[in-house]
């Protein structure tokens, strides 16, 4: 009996045991969901601010053009009448309607130009000496010399630019590509100048040849720090197998859109004695470049995406060559009124397909977010798949997390391959494999960054990308702190300095015309009282627009750190010789018009401070890289250490910050220095 009680009781003790391991474990696993759910909230809130700072900048590229129109027809006229700057312009603004004749004469002054025989190849000269036909074996050595840091030098490279653009007049506008030799296909998207991520793809799936052909779906340049060589790798692929490497352009193989994201930049930093021939040269070959590939006749790819007016069959009879920008309709003989339709229906048709995103609501519409291109549905995209009898769409444009996605079930597909496009960390790249008779998808993901093989968990990269996005947002923030007080103090009329989260969000969101979650952002961004009122002037409390004149007040201020990407495009224009300097009465002009286009209330007297502070060696020209090194972003009412005020007057010109990595500047200037794209990799 004693026995059988003992044995009885030990089952009653281990039945609630037993029960409070489970209760235990199903809070565990609700905690760690729980937890799992709010780091990927936090995650597509950080993707939300990077892309609508990225869109944001890319809608106003896109009304650049109209405003530099303007420029034009208020500014002072020469000796013959035409506005000076027009002086200046791209050969890009030319007009595309002129006759044979022109055109004739127009390839022979690029040629003379580009003679490549006026160069001459330094005896120092270390890197690669290409000869033409171009060899496996010169690739080879190209990859191994770029992998060194060793340039390609000015004359081989206007060599190769010039053989790839006698080989891409051959091509048609839409390729036609084979699986039926080596019953595959490699399709990449865009790269941005990650030479990296290009290197990681050869990597794990070899070079291009005969049996491993690839397309390579546009966005080649701009952003990243080796466009240039990541342009001259696959110009030199297309040169060795023009019938198995494919190359589609991207709506940043366009002179307008180098001028503002870093590739005509990167032309004059690493070619400044040739750079005018190099910019020049580039931005022809670059409109040389098909608009699409088909494969097996079964798969469109192309760069961006399609609209309800797409017609491929049409697109395949215009000439692409014209559209040297896509950014605004090709000029006639006056001006764009006297165009045709058939005119601006080509140039609607390229637009769309290099600048239009898919969205899962049904019907085509105007691009809004990019200004740019067209929104289209799922029907849009059946439609256009039965027009011509194809079975899906490849196409590249957006970064996304994973580096592809699919949409519109499953019928088009997003592939993008530069990881960490944002921040280190923030997504992955990809390529896809096309193999089989029906073409079946198989992806291939990777992240090509030192950091990519340190053993970081999901939480740390949210967080480390979050802190990344959060100070991006707070730069755009203080480039409208003016208009944004304004608000906020006319829903305060007692000036309290207190809203209520409403009406803080909702005057963010349309004050900055950035639909973003205003409310999960505002812990990070401003504070609340016990009320939950906002303060909202703590929203600029930890950081502040700094330029070392102090002069031309804070609107003045706010206005130039605003549009120092516009100043910076239109002032690369402007400097035709790219010495990196225009005079004195053209910036004045500039920032004129800039101050007339914010209806902002600006005396000349305080405009003309500006350029002279500027002009540090009163010689009557601007060096805009100083102009651009001026502003910084700094901890409110410029508290920094001694160290720290040691470290600003240490960084004196552009060049003293592109040697950082050999200074030792304290962790806490590097983080507070933030503006500059060539130092954002020091943040920690």
């Not at 929104?375 to 027009?387: E, M, Q």
């Not at 018009?593 to 600006?602: D, S």
Request: charged share 25%; with cysteine.
């Amino acid at each position: 009996m004693g026995c059988t009680s003992s044995h009885s009781a030990r089952v009653e003790d281990e039945i609630p045991k037993s029960q409070s391991v489970i209760r235990s474990a199903v809070l565990i696993q609700k905690w760690y969901r729980r937890y799992l759910a709010r780091a990927e909230a936090r995650r597509r809130c950080t993707w939300t601010i990077f892309q609508s700072i990225e869109y944001a900048g890319e809608q106003n590229q896109l009304k650049l053009y109209n405003f530099f129109n303007n420029m034009l027809s208020q500014m002072d006229t020469d000796a013959l009448g035409q506005p000076k700057i027009l002086r200046a312009l791209s050969v890009s603004q030319r007009p595309v309607l002129i006759d044979t004749k022109t055109l004739e004469e127009e390839d022979n002054e690029l040629l003379r130009l580009s003679d490549p025989d006026t160069i001459e190849v330094e005896s120092t000269y270390r890197g690669v000496h290409l000869t033409f036909p171009l060899t496996q074996a010169q690739l080879q050595s190209l990859i191994k010399s770029f992998k060194t840091k060793q340039p390609l030098h000015a004359k081989y490279l206007i060599q190769l630019l010039l053989e790839t653009r006698a080989a891409l007049k051959q091509k048609a506008n839409i390729n036609y590509a084979t699986t039926s030799i080596a019953k595959q296909m490699t399709v990449c998207g865009d790269l941005h100048g990650k030479l990296d991520d290009l290197y990681m793809i050869f990597h794990k799936n070899g070079l291009p040849s005969v049996h491993n052909p690839y397309i390579f779906n546009g966005d080649f340049v701009d952003r990243g720090r080796n466009s240039v060589e990541i342009a001259v790798i696959l110009f030199t692929c297309f040169l060795i197998n023009k019938n198995e490497v494919y190359l589609n352009r991207g709506n940043h193989e366009d002179h307008v859109m180098n001028l503002r994201y870093g590739f005509v930049k990167e032309l004059v930093k690493k070619y400044s004695m040739h750079a005018k021939r190099v910019i020049r040269l580039f931005e022809d070959v670059f409109s040389w470049l098909p608009i699409a590939t088909i494969i097996d006749h079964k798969i469109l790819v192309v760069h961006g995406g399609v609209s309800d007016s797409v017609d491929l069959n049409f697109l395949a009879t215009i000439d692409r060559h014209k559209f040297l920008s896509i950014l605004h309709p090709p000029r006639g003989e006056n001006d764009t009124a006297n165009l045709t339709d058939m005119q601006l229906r080509e140039w609607k048709q390229v637009l769309d397909i290099l600048w239009s995103d898919p969205r899962g609501q049904h019907g085509c519409h105007d691009n809004t977010f990019r200004g740019g291109g067209s929104y289209f549905g799922p029907d849009v995209t059946d439609y256009i798949l039965s027009k011509h009898k194809l079975k899906r769409i490849i196409r590249s444009h957006e970064c996304k997390p994973e580096g592809y996605e699919f949409c519109h079930n499953n019928k088009v597909l997003t592939i993008f391959s530069a990881s960490n496009y944002y921040e280190e960390g923030s997504n992955k790249g990809a390529y896809v494999k096309l193999h089989g008779p029906d073409l079946e998808y198989q992806m291939v993901q990777y992240m090509s960054s030192k950091g990519a093989n340190r053993k970081v968990t999901f939480a740390q990269r949210v967080t480390r990308v979050e802190s990344s996005a959060i100070i991006n947002l707070r730069e755009k923030i203080l480039g409208s702190k003016t208009e944004l007080l304004e608000e906020f103090r006319k829903l305060d009329p007692e000036q309290t300095g207190k809203v209520n989260q409403y009406k803080w969000c909702s005057v963010m969101g349309c004050v900055l015309d950035m639909d973003l979650p205003w409310r999960t952002l505002r812990p990070k961004l401003a504070r609340c009282d016990e009320n939950g009122m906002v303060a909202y002037e703590t929203t600029f409390e930890e950081m502040r627009i700094y330029h070392r004149y102090s002069g031309n007040g804070p609107t003045v201020t706010e206005m130039l750190y605003r549009q120092k990407d516009n100043l910076e495009t239109l002032f690369r224009i402007l400097d035709r010789d790219n010495s990196g300097q225009i005079s004195m009465e053209e910036f004045e002009e500039v920032i004129q018009l800039l101050v007339k286009q914010q209806n902002m209330n600006c005396p000349l007297d305080q405009i003309s401070d500006i350029a002279r502070s500027i002009d540090l060696n009163h010689d009557g020209r601007i060096d805009f890289n100083e102009f651009l090194e001026a502003f910084r972003i700094v901890d409110s009412f410029g508290k920094f250490s001694e160290v720290q005020q040691q470290d600003l007057k240490s960084i004196s010109s552009l060049d003293s910050i592109m040697t950082m990595k050999n200074c030792s500047f304290s962790m806490g200037t590097k983080r507070r220095i933030s503006n500059l794209d060539d130092i954002k990799e020091y943040r920690p």
